[in-house]
């Protein structure tokens, strides 16, 4: 059954600004020995399934070796806490890559699946800033680059990313991240943020 849904991103990582793995397509080592990452999304609007996902939000939260590309991720879901099973249920399939879409080029890389938890998660933009809380563990907040006197925001384009190919770049201002046994402090690090459209 065909899916479809629309929204909006952001990321924050280990690697210092800008993230290699991400502008190189992957082919380039991360700056530390491993790459931790949370990915942010919140659905504006969507039908996965039969399952109407629109006003969920969920992130993923990733520990990566300094390769990307040789796999052995570990993986763990947050979803919101107002959504419900289906929904749940709905979304996790989208992550795992099980019905085709832009995650499902990651799945493979994958070595072991953390689990899912529903928890609180407060998502919000503006103005360039964007901000994520979830549950007690999480509070992450990145900013949009905007050169003086130069139209638009700073971004790199024609990258090979699941979110976009076109990614505004978005250093963390503010990141603390603890969740399924992964932790990381992400301020001044590597951050971008992009709208979604994926189908599937």
Known sequence: MAWNIEGTYFENCS??????????SLTQPATNDFCKLLLNFHIGSGTIEG????????SVLAQTPKMMTEGNWKVGLFVDDKASAEQAGAIGKVVAGEIGGPMAMLAPLIGEFLGVEQVPI?????????SVKIGSSIDVEVQDVRVPDLPGVTQLVNVMHPANTTLTV???????????????????????????????
């Open 170 to 200: 978005a250093p963390a201002t503010r990141s603390q991240i603890e969740g399924f046994g992964i932790s990381f402090e992400g301020t001044g690090k590597s951050g971008f943020s992009a709208p979604v459209s994926w189908a599937g």
């Open 15 to 24: 690697c210092d600004a800008v993230c290699p793995c991400t502008w190189s």
């Open 51 to 58: 399952t109407d996902v629109g006003g969920r939000t969920f």
């Open 122 to 130: 407060t998502f919000s933009e503006k103005d360039g800033t964007h």
